[in-house]
């Protein structure tokens, strides 16, 4: 005999977390559709925009809030309103005119960079966001302890408003070795250094798993032993910046239950690039695997 599920055990099960798929079936709920189990909350998920542009914002906003993302990230002034509609932030802001190579360790930069971010931190602020992001930029020949004063120099003018505003201004650290030759800010010892000298509360560095474990590696011990500099995480599957399951060297199981022991309360965001036909599907295994 068959055996069929009843609308209201289906509606039970969907509630409970349990059976999500057979309830799926039952109701003719599509697997887009279909509201995921709710998540612990250790670790508050964030996905960056650029890694799914060929979605609609739209579209994306319903599908992240179904998974039980916070935000999407990285996106201007113009985008925040369609994320607020959806219940959902923009963990890091980002602006017209912030370069990765042309950052804050040249001076003839700065004049530039702090009106973008005397424009920038106000609206964040006014539309309670967290963060807004930042770079060295390239160093072309300028020695690593030169970079840091410059940068600290150019820095420090917009941290009395970041104080003022309670918004952080996050440096991003990257790989100088694969994808952004060059660039500066790629050690983590070096961010920290800097955010010392800045000496302000609200300067924090944007802590990029796939692009340390390229640089240093060693990177639960890095992260423990320099979470007061760190104001927000990037995920990536290495090599490739791809899914960030078992077909990569970094285990996130580990790394976010480090992070979550650290009790850091910003935001992790996923920006890897999937590689499947469902992008979406692999950014729901990509929140399931970091939800620990």
Not at 72 to 97: F, Q, R, S, V, Y
Not at 151 to 177: D, P
Not at 230 to 250: A, L, S, V
Request: hydrophobic content about 40%; overall charge neutral; aromatic content about 6%.
């Amino acid at each position: 005999m068959e055996h069929r599920i009843s609308r209201r055990t289906a509606l039970r099960n969907v509630v409970a977390g349990g059976a999500v798929a057979a309830a799926a079936t039952s109701l003719s709920i599509t697997p887009a559709t279909a509201q995921a189990a709710p998540l612990k909350g250790r670790i508050k998920q964030s996905v960056c925009r650029w890694c799914y542009g060929k979605i609609p914002l739209e579209e994306l906003c319903q599908a992240a809030k179904q998974m039980g993302l916070l935000s999407i990230e990285l996106m201007g002034e113009n985008d925040w309103p369609t994320l607020k509609k959806h219940g959902l932030t923009c963990a890091m802001a980002n602006a017209k005119g912030i370069s990765i190579g042309k950052g804050f360790n040249r001076v003839e930069n700065h004049d530039r960079l702090i009106a973008i971010y005397e424009d920038l931190i106000p609206k964040a602020a006014d539309a309670g966001l967290p963060n807004v992001i930042c770079m060295s930029g390239n160093r072309e020949g300028l020695d690593d302890e030169e970079g840091i004063e410059i940068c600290a120099k150019g820095l420090k003018r917009i941290m009395g408003l970041a104080e003022a505003k309670k918004v952080n201004v996050v440096m991003e650290l990257l790989n100088s070795k694969v994808n952004h030759k060059d660039y500066q800010c790629d050690h983590t010892a070096w961010g920290a250094e800097l955010c010392r000298r800045v000496g302000s509360e609200r300067m924090k560095l944007l802590y990029d798993v796939y692009h340390m474990q390229i640089m240093e590696g060693d990177i639960i011990r890095t992260i423990r032993e320099n979470i007061q500099y760190i104001g927000h995480f990037h995920t990536g599957g290495n090599p490739g910046r791809n899914e960030i399951d078992e077909t990569q060297e970094i285990y996130y199981p580990a790394v976010m239950k480090a992070i979550a022991e650290t009790d850091f309360d910003g935001y992790v965001g996923q920006e890897f690039i999937p590689k499947g036909p469902d992008p979406l599907k692999s950014l729901r295994k990509a929140v399931q695997i970091c939800d620990v």
